[in-house]
């Protein structure tokens, strides 16, 4: 089983003994993973340490080191070195980009999102006993699915075209968080340093979904900063930001609704509680590894997100949009 290993406490440290990945506090040896069962280290404090065996061990094993900030957000990216003649595919992507082909492209990403919020409120919707917010829900529903139909039956000319469409549906979607959440003041991006732990809990695990979907277009030919939905920016992968946002409800969404509705997110000194961030961290992990169907194969969430990245490279190697994004009912 792929497992991510997570150092984020003051103190640990990161060793091997053999070919396994050791992690000790001080001389206590708090887990022993084999090498070969780990896929990502995520590096989410600036006091612990890693030995240089452990960077090799982890160089020779093809595993990611990712150094975050104790938000989840990632700030490099120590990278096996692979052999790769990706220049030619990169330029079908470069010239892609703002072409008919590139905007319809462009156009089912988004719709991988919206679909997935429409999903989230059918099935809010469904779960509701009380009659008033039933039909609250139900009414955003049926709204952000004429949105949806409205986009697919498009043919769009600017990104701005598509943006919008993302935006009303996204619009739906929150107002729905609102009215079954107490305290959720709407969203909050982790620019607008957002105060409660929804929208925190929302940030730390969109920055942990970011690190994986970086690693999985990386793992491919294409550029990850060069988007088709988002705006290229030197400061942010544009394409790994266009990709990750199919992942965004079934993964990080779906996980802090449950988190937040059983009471288990909490707020402490302007951050989230250490026991809120070993929930949403574990719950994220967890949920990588549940075994859904998509495309006609059944596997875990964490070999679609590297799927769906293989399938957005074969789309733009040859040439076309017809690319499915990922959902889940």
Same mark, same amino acid.
């Not at 997570?6 to 640990?12: A, K, N, T, V």
């Not at 030995?51 to 104790?70: C, E, F, K, N, S």
């Not at 009471?263 to 949403?280: D, F, P, T």
């Given at each position: 089983?792929?497992?991510?290993?997570?150092?984020?406490?003051?103190?640990?440290?990161?060793?091997?003994?053999?070919?396994?990945?050791?992690?000790?506090?001080?001389?206590?040896?708090?887990?022993?993973?084999?090498?070969?069962?780990?896929?990502?280290?995520?590096?989410?404090?600036?006091?612990?340490?890693?030995?240089?065996?452990?960077? %090799? *061990? =982890? /160089? +020779?094993?093809?595993?990611?080191?990712?150094?975050?900030?104790? !938000?989840?957000?990632?700030? #490099?990216?120590? $990278?096996?070195?692979?052999?790769?003649?990706?220049?030619?595919?990169?330029?079908?992507?470069?010239?892609?980009?703002?072409?008919?082909?590139?905007?319809?492209?462009?156009?089912?990403?988004?719709?991988?999102?919206?679909?997935?919020?429409?999903?989230?409120?059918? %099935? *809010? =919707? /469904? +779960?509701?006993?009380?009659?008033?917010?039933?039909?609250?829900? !139900?009414?955003?529903?049926? #709204?952000?699915? $004429?949105?949806?139909?409205?986009?697919?039956?498009?043919?769009?000319?600017?990104?701005?075209?598509?943006?919008?469409?993302?935006?009303?549906?996204?619009?739906?979607?929150?107002?729905?968080?609102?009215?079954?959440?107490?305290?959720?003041?709407?969203?909050?991006? %982790?620019?607008?340093?957002?105060?409660?732990?929804?929208?925190?809990?929302?940030?730390?695990?969109?920055?942990?979904?970011?690190?994986?979907?970086?690693?999985?277009?990386?793992?491919?030919?294409?550029?990850?900063?060069?988007?088709?939905?988002?705006?290229?920016?030197?400061?942010?992968?544009?394409?790994?930001?266009?990709?990750?946002?199919?992942?965004?409800?079934?993964?990080?969404?779906?996980?802090?609704?449950?988190?937040?509705?059983?009471?288990?997110?909490?707020?402490?000194?302007?951050?989230?509680?250490?026991?809120?961030?070993?929930?949403?961290?574990?719950?994220?992990?967890?949920?990588?590894?549940?075994?859904?169907?998509?495309?006609?194969?059944?596997?875990?969430?964490?070999?679609?997100?590297?799927?769906?990245?293989?399938?957005?490279?074969?789309?733009?190697?040859?040439?076309?949009?017809?690319?499915?994004?990922?959902?889940?009912?």
């Amino acid at each position: 089983m792929v497992r991510r290993i997570y150092i984020r406490e003051f103190g640990l440290t990161l060793g091997v003994s053999g070919e396994q990945f050791v992690v000790r506090r001080r001389k206590e040896v708090v887990a022993k993973i084999p090498a070969v069962d780990v896929h990502v280290i995520e590096i989410m404090t600036d006091r612990a340490s890693l030995t240089t065996a452990a960077l %090799r *061990l =982890a /160089a +020779r094993h093809g595993v990611w080191i990712v150094i975050a900030d104790y !938000l989840g957000r990632p700030q #490099a990216f120590l $990278e096996p070195i692979t052999r790769r003649a990706g220049i030619i595919i990169r330029r079908r992507q470069y010239d892609m980009a703002d072409t008919t082909s590139g905007l319809e492209l462009a156009k089912r990403l988004a719709l991988g999102k919206m679909v997935n919020q429409r999903n989230i409120l059918r %099935r *809010l =919707a /469904a +779960r509701r006993k009380g009659k008033e917010i039933y039909e609250i829900l !139900l009414d955003l529903y049926l #709204a952000a699915s $004429e949105e949806v139909k409205a986009l697919v039956g498009s043919t769009p000319g600017s990104r701005e075209f598509i943006m919008n469409f993302e935006a009303r549906v996204a619009r739906l979607y929150w107002e729905a968080w609102s009215a079954i959440l107490e305290n959720f003041p709407g969203r909050r991006k %982790r620019y607008e340093n957002p105060e409660d732990p929804i929208n925190m809990a929302l940030n730390l695990g969109y920055s942990l979904l970011e690190a994986d979907c970086y690693i999985a277009i990386s793992s491919t030919n294409l550029d990850p900063y060069a988007g088709f939905l988002h705006v290229d920016n030197p400061r942010r992968p544009a394409l790994v930001m266009d990709f990750m946002e199919q992942f965004r409800q079934p993964i990080v969404d779906s996980i802090v609704l449950t988190l937040a509705e059983r009471g288990m997110l909490e707020v402490g000194e302007g951050r989230l509680s250490k026991n809120s961030v070993n929930s949403i961290i574990k719950s994220y992990a967890d949920r990588l590894r549940q075994t859904v169907s998509h495309r006609g194969r059944r596997a875990p969430l964490e070999a679609h997100i590297l799927y769906q990245a293989r399938h957005l490279e074969d789309r733009i190697r040859i040439g076309s949009p017809i690319y499915t994004p990922f959902t889940v009912r």
